[in-house]
């Protein structure tokens, strides 16, 4: 069983930048995908991003060149960082893992969450 924690979210003005951090334990970190989703209120949960052992990443196209996901695979945790932030990205932030390889952005694949984490940008 995995688990996951986040950390980093906050208040942030438009156009300024945060770090989420997705820590995973409980299984082989070389085993995860880890992926980002996010959901607003009053929407669905959305894909933002993934990343696989290798350091391959895939974004939705709305945070492309914004958006960056990083893993350090000798502290099992997962970074997104997020710069240039908009009012629109404001949403709670998730990680999830699934056991595998490949960048994968169906949330029903994935099968371990993290509790979430607001972020909220003000314009």
């Known amino acids: 069983q995995v688990q996951l924690v986040e950390s980093g979210g906050g208040l942030v003005q438009a156009g300024g930048s945060l770090r989420l951090s997705c820590a995973a334990s409980?299984?082989?970190?070389?085993?995860?995908?880890i992926g980002w989703f996010r959901q607003a209120p009053g929407k669905e949960r959305e894909f933002v991003g993934t990343i696989v052992w290798g350091g391959s990443t895939k974004y939705t196209d709305s945070v492309k060149g914004r958006f960056t996901i990083s893993r350090d695979n000798a502290k099992n945790t997962v970074y997104l960082q997020m710069n240039s932030l908009k009012p629109e990205d404001t949403a709670v932030y998730y990680c999830?893992?699934?056991?595998?390889?490949?960048?994968?952005?169906?949330?029903?694949?994935?099968?371990?969450w993290g509790q979430g984490t607001q972020v909220t940008v003000s314009s």
């Open positions: 999830a893992a699934l056991r595998g390889a490949m960048l994968t952005i169906d949330p029903q694949r994935y099968d371990a």
């Open positions: 409980g299984r082989p970190f070389r085993q995860l995908v």
